[in-house]
């Protein structure tokens, strides 16, 4: 405690140059925090997005392909072999989509928007809510019904509202049809779909004779799989594959299809997301580095100014432990009250980047979490020990004729 008093009273006599030689380490620690806080912010985002879509979810894609002759689309029969005949393998249920785009207009108001048409367990197996009305139904799909389900930006696009919209009927590519439900806001779905919030879902038979006829009937563009278990996607990925060849009677090593599974796209995503925030991470650190390098340059200039004080103590018996545990004790200070400044700073700069990125809409919340803090903290501590022995082992050095003898 001696020691710590004596450090504080020998920093506090040259505060503008404790200032100046703290501020690296300020620098330094704030980067490290911001940096990973922003890193995580960003991770956080990407994967609540796609956790949305549920990691249990293989999305199926139809791939023509230069090897094969006549490459066969996806089906409902498709769907409908997967359901029945993989579901004791964990196959919970198969949801079929069409995609397309249409002019879609209510009054004066109109817009050019993605629509879907899809089966009636697309909802649940996408993960979608509803604010108000209902899904789309199998009494929709068997009688193929103009009942429509609109996304929530679409709605504010067309009724300047989101709420009060069950039972109004708009014109889909001049046709009418009217509303039965509105989606609440998500975001991107994952790889199915890029966004339900400026779309508009209708039931998939009334799709397929309506609006997006295909070549053969009963063709899909997508088929989403929920598995029961995410431990076995591994597994019930091969055994699709293996059935969709058989049906499609493809060559053996080629596909005309894609499987894609959203698990992997998010741990994909997080590897990817957490590299780069070990990165930016490392990169800030190098101020810390500097920091480090000031707090030697002080403490040396620091032994030569009080050079005579160090020969005086020791001839009045200071022992070199003293004088060691002296100097680095003001390296320690110096570094620890950087380390809380920078703490406090790279918080605040986390904070703002956080205000900026809500005032532009961008779903990014940096995350400053506890282990960056003790990270950075003792870091930042440890640089000012190793940055700060080599001054204090020079002083502890010192003969002390030779110092009493320094002008």
Same mark, same amino acid.
Do not use: C
């Given at each position: 405690?001696?020691?710590?008093?004596?450090?504080?009273? %020998?920093?506090?006599? !040259?505060?503008?140059?404790?200032?100046?030689?703290?501020?690296?380490?300020?620098?330094?620690?704030?980067?490290?925090?911001?940096?990973?806080?922003?890193?995580?912010?960003?991770?956080?985002?990407?994967?609540?997005?796609?956790?949305?879509?549920?990691? /249990?979810?293989?999305?199926?894609?139809? #791939?023509?392909?230069?090897?094969?002759?006549?490459?066969?689309?996806?089906?409902?029969?498709?769907?409908?072999?997967?359901?029945? =005949?993989? %579901?004791?393998?964990?196959?919970?249920?198969?949801?079929? =989509?069409?995609?397309?785009?249409?002019?879609?207009?209510?009054?004066?108001?109109?817009?050019?928007? /993605?629509?879907?048409?899809?089966?009636?367990?697309?909802?649940?197996?996408? !993960?979608?809510?509803?604010?108000?009305?209902?899904?789309?139904?199998?009494?929709?799909?068997?009688?193929?019904?103009?009942?429509?389900?609109?996304?929530?930006?679409?709605?504010?696009?067309?009724?300047?509202?989101?709420?009060?919209?069950?039972?109004?009927?708009?014109?889909?590519?001049?046709?009418?049809?009217?509303?039965?439900?509105?989606?609440?806001?998500?975001?991107?779905?994952?790889?199915?779909?890029?966004?339900?919030?400026?779309?508009?879902?209708?039931?998939?038979?009334?799709?397929?004779?309506?609006? #997006?006829?295909?070549?053969?009937?009963?063709?899909?563009?997508?088929?989403?799989?929920?598995?029961?278990?995410?431990?076995?996607?591994?597994?019930?990925?091969?055994?699709?594959?293996?059935?969709?060849?058989?049906?499609?009677?493809?060559?053996?090593?080629?596909?005309?299809?894609?499987?894609?599974?959203?698990?992997?796209?998010?741990?994909?995503?997080?590897?990817?997301?957490?590299?780069?925030?070990?990165?930016?991470?490392?990169?800030?650190?190098?101020?810390?580095?500097?920091?480090?390098?000031?707090?030697?340059?002080? #403490?040396?200039?620091?032994?030569?100014?009080?050079?005579?004080?160090?020969?005086?103590?020791?001839?009045?018996?200071?022992?070199?432990?003293?004088?060691?545990?002296?100097?680095?004790?003001?390296?320690?200070?110096?570094?620890?009250?950087?380390?809380?400044?920078?703490?406090?700073?790279?918080?605040?700069?986390?904070?703002?980047?956080?205000?900026?990125?809500?005032?532009? /809409?961008?779903?990014?919340?940096?995350?400053?979490?506890?282990?960056?803090?003790?990270?950075?903290?003792?870091?930042?501590?440890?640089?000012?020990?190793?940055?700060?022995?080599?001054?204090? !082992?020079?002083?502890?050095?010192?003969?002390?004729?030779?110092?009493?003898?320094?002008?």
């Amino acid at each position: 405690m001696q020691s710590l008093w004596e450090a504080l009273g %020998s920093l506090t006599t !040259n505060k503008l140059r404790s200032g100046l030689t703290i501020l690296g380490i300020v620098i330094g620690v704030a980067s490290v925090i911001a940096m990973v806080a922003l890193g995580r912010g960003v991770q956080n985002s990407v994967t609540g997005q796609m956790a949305g879509v549920g990691t /249990n979810q293989l999305t199926i894609f139809s #791939m023509g392909s230069a090897e094969l002759r006549n490459p066969q689309p996806l089906t409902l029969d498709d769907a409908q072999a997967i359901q029945e =005949q993989l %579901s004791a393998s964990g196959v919970r249920q198969v949801a079929s =989509q069409l995609s397309g785009s249409a002019l879609i207009s209510y009054g004066s108001e109109s817009a050019t928007s /993605n629509i879907y048409g899809v089966s009636a367990n697309f909802g649940s197996v996408n !993960n979608l809510d509803v604010i108000e009305g209902r899904f789309l139904t199998e009494e929709d799909m068997a009688g193929q019904t103009s009942s429509v389900v609109i996304g929530s930006k679409l709605a504010d696009k067309l009724f300047d509202r989101s709420r009060g919209l069950v039972g109004e009927l708009i014109r889909v590519e001049g046709q009418p049809y009217r509303i039965v439900g509105v989606l609440a806001e998500k975001g991107s779905s994952g790889i199915s779909m890029s966004s339900t919030d400026d779309a508009l879902l209708l039931p998939l038979t009334t799709a397929q004779t309506r609006l #997006m006829p295909r070549q053969r009937r009963g063709q899909v563009d997508i088929l989403s799989v929920e598995v029961a278990n995410v431990t076995d996607l591994d597994r019930v990925t091969e055994e699709v594959s293996q059935l969709l060849r058989t049906r499609h009677r493809t060559p053996v090593g080629t596909d005309d299809f894609m499987i894609f599974a959203a698990k992997q796209l998010v741990d994909t995503l997080n590897q990817i997301t957490s590299v780069l925030t070990i990165f930016l991470g490392g990169v800030a650190a190098i101020s810390l580095l500097v920091g480090g390098i000031g707090i030697m340059n002080i #403490m040396l200039v620091s032994v030569t100014e009080r050079t005579r004080e160090i020969g005086l103590r020791k001839a009045l018996g200071a022992r070199k432990r003293d004088i060691l545990v002296q100097f680095l004790s003001e390296a320690a200070v110096l570094s620890m009250a950087g380390g809380i400044i920078g703490i406090i700073l790279g918080w605040l700069i986390a904070f703002v980047v956080g205000l900026i990125a809500a005032a532009n /809409n961008a779903d990014i919340n940096p995350a400053v979490g506890l282990d960056a803090i003790l990270l950075a903290t003792l870091f930042s501590s440890a640089i000012g020990v190793f940055f700060g022995l080599y001054p204090a !082992n020079r002083a502890a050095n010192l003969q002390p004729v030779e110092a009493l003898r320094s002008e």
